[in-house]
C-alpha cells in the first residue's frame, strides 16, 4: 500500500516536492518543540516553572495561530499560506538565534508559534486538496509516514552540535538549515491536480 501510494503521488505534479520539503520542515519543527524549553533554560536561565509557563504560553499562541492561518488559508490557498509561514518562521528563527535579551526571545518565540498552527494545519488541507478522494487515505498515509520517518535526525543533529560547541546556540542552527531547505525545496509553485484519463 505504500508503495502504491508512492506511485500515485508521482504522478500529481508538484506533491512529491512538497512532501519532501514538509518532511524538512517538519524536522525542524520537530526541534522547536523538543528542545525550546531545553534552549530556553540553558541560554536565558528559565527556572522549572518559567518553562512551563512558556510551553502552555507557545501553544497557546499556536492555537491563535491556527484559526487565524484559517482565515489567510481561505484568501490565499493552503500552498501560499504554508510558504509565507515558513518564511516568517525562518525569520524568527533567526531572531531566537541571536536574541540578546529574554524580552526579545519571548516576543520571537510567541510569535513563531503564531506561524507554527498555519503550517501544520495548512499542510494537512493542501493534501486533502489535491488527493483524488479514492487515493485519499493512501496518500495520507504517505504524508503521515513521511513526517515520522526522519524525525530523529534534527534532535540527532542538534545534540551533536551542542555537544561538539558546548554552546546551546549553535544546536538550533538546524532549525534555521531545515527551514531554509524546506522553502527552497517548496518552491514558488504549488501542487495541481491530478488529470485523470477519459475512458
Avoid at 512551563?52 to 484559517?70: E, R, T, Y
Avoid at 528563527?93 to 518565540?109: K, R
Avoid at 503550517?119 to 509516514?145: K, T
Avoid at 545534540?159 to 534555521?176: K, P
Wanted: hydrophobic residues 55%; contains cysteine.
Amino acid at each position: 500500500r505504500l508503495v502504491e501510494g508512492f506511485k500515485i503521488i508521482l504522478k500529481i505534479p508538484g506533491l512529491f516536492r512538497f512532501m519532501v520539503a514538509r518532511m524538512l520542515y517538519t524536522d525542524g519543527l520537530t526541534v522547536v518543540f523538543a528542545f525550546a524549553g531545553i534552549y530556553a533554560a540553558k541560554v536565558f536561565n528559565f527556572p522549572q516553572e518559567k518553562v512551563i509557563i512558556f510551553a502552555i504560553s507557545v501553544n497557546l499562541f499556536c492555537g491563535v495561530g491556527a484559526i487565524l492561518g484559517g482565515f489567510l488559508e481561505h484568501r490565499i490557498g493552503p500552498f501560499k499560506t504554508i510558504r509565507f509561514s515558513l518564511i516568517s518562521l525562518l525569520i524568527l528563527g533567526i531572531g531566537i538565534l541571536v536574541a540578546p535579551s529574554e524580552v526579545w526571545f519571548w516576543t520571537f518565540a510567541l510569535l513563531v508559534g503564531i506561524f507554527i498552527g498555519p503550517v501544520q494545519s495548512s499542510s494537512r488541507s493542501l493534501i486533502a486538496r489535491y488527493a483524488p478522494n479514492e487515493h485519499r487515505a493512501q496518500i495520507f498515509g504517505f504524508y503521515m509516514f513521511a513526517g515520522k520517518s526522519t524525525s530523529f535526525v534534527g534532535p540527532a543533529i542538534y545534540g551533536w552540535l551542542v555537544m561538539i560547541t558546548e554552546i546551546e546556540r549553535a544546536g538550533m542552527l538546524i532549525v534555521i538549515v531545515f527551514f531554509t531547505a524546506g522553502i527552497i525545496i517548496l518552491g514558488s509553485k504549488g501542487p495541481s491536480r491530478l488529470k485523470m484519463s477519459k475512458t
